[in-house]
């Protein structure tokens, strides 16, 4: 497997369960966190190391590993999606409940 595989799987494979919560300052601190996931992603794969197929959603090719979060995102996510948009405005609608009663 060559070094760009391995690295694209790494990543893949590391970085697929963080999720997107509209956040704002959080998506700095994710940002960064997938810089320095790239970087040992590179580090590894020079010295021959990577992510084995069939450890959780990596596969034989990074093809394949890009296809399999590709479903994920766009199936799997539906719902997740919601649940999160539900939970995150209830919060504010809370939040904002409480700063009216002060």
Do not use: Y
């Not at 694209?8 to 590391?14: A, F, L, R, V």
């Not at 369960?17 to 704002?24: F, N, Q, S």
């Not at 190391?49 to 450890?55: K, N």
């Amino acid at each position: 497997m060559n070094q760009r595989e391995m690295v694209i799987k790494d990543i893949t494979g590391t970085m697929a369960r963080i999720l997107c919560d509209g956040a704002k300052l959080g998506c700095a601190l994710k940002l960064s966190t997938a810089a320095g996931i790239a970087i040992k992603s590179a580090w590894l794969a020079l010295s021959g190391a990577s992510i084995p197929s069939g450890d959780g959603l990596v596969c034989s090719t990074a093809d394949e590993t890009i296809q399999m979060i590709r479903k994920l995102a766009s199936i799997g996510m539906i719902d997740t999606d919601k649940e999160m948009c539900k939970l995150v405005i209830g919060r504010e609608n809370e939040s904002k409940h409480q700063h009216s009663l002060k």
